[in-house]
C-alpha cells in the first residue's frame, strides 16, 4: 500500500482500514504489521476522505468532500467491491459516522447533519429522523456552521465545525 496523503481511518475491531488521497481505500484484516499486505483494496478515483466502521458496514466520505456522496459497504460483499450510494444527501459530506443512537452524515454546504435510525434506512432513501442545525450556517446557538466532524461519547453527539467557526457543539439526545 503506498500511504501518501492519508484521509481515513477505521478499526471495527476485525477490520482496519485506511484511505488515501490517490483514490484507494485499503483494507487488512486485523491491525497490520509492515510487512501485511491488504486482504482488499477499493478503487475510488474520485478521492475517498474520512472512513468509519461498524461490525457489519465501511463508510467512505469523499475528500474534498464534492467529489460524491458517502459511499458504504457491507464487510462481506469486500470481495465484489461492490460500493453502494447514500442518496441524496450530498451537500459536502465531511464525515459519515456509526453511533449507538444512529447513524449520522454531516452537510457542510447546507450547514446541517443528518441522522437515521441506521445506515440501511438512510441507503433506502428514508428521510432522516434527526436534523441538527437551522440550515442557515451562523453561529446562533440551534446553528451549525460549516459541519465537519461528528464524535459520540456515550451521552453528547459533538459537531465540530469547519475551520472558520472554531466551534464544537454538543448535543444531548432525549427521548
Known amino acids: 500500500a503506498e500511504l501518501k496523503d492519508l484521509r481515513g481511518v477505521a478499526y471495527n475491531g476485525e477490520y482496519f482500514a485506511l484511505s488515501s488521497e490517490i483514490g484507494k481505500v485499503w483494507i487488512w484484516k486485523g491491525i497490520p504489521t509492515k510487512d501485511d499486505e491488504p486482504l482488499y483494496v477499493l478503487d475510488i478515483p474520485k478521492g475517498p476522505g474520512r472512513l468509519d466502521a461498524n461490525k457489519e458496514w465501511l463508510v467512505i466520505a469523499g475528500y474534498p468532500a464534492d467529489r460524491f456522496s458517502v459511499k458504504a459497504i457491507k464487510f462481506a460483499d469486500l470481495e465484489s467491491g461492490n460500493l453502494k450510494n447514500i442518496p441524496r444527501h450530498d451537500s459536502f459530506p465531511q464525515s459519515a459516522v456509526f453511533t449507538e443512537i444512529g447513524f449520522f452524515i454531516t ?24 436534523i441538527l442545525g437551522s440550515g442557515d450556517g451562523t453561529k446562533a446557538s440551534n446553528s451549525i456552521k460549516m459541519a465537519n466532524t461528528i464524535g459520540w461519547d456515550g451521552t453528547h453527539l459533538w459537531i465540530g465545525e469547519f475551520k472558520f467557526s472554531t466551534r464544537v457543539l454538543g448535543f444531548k439526545p432525549v427521548k
Not at 457542510?108 to 434527526?130: E, F, M, Y
Request: charged share 25%.
Open 107 to 130: 452537510q457542510q454546504g447546507k450547514h446541517q447533519v443528518l441522522g437515521w435510525k441506521s445506515i440501511q434506512d438512510a441507503l433506502d432513501g428514508k428521510s432522516p429522523r434527526t
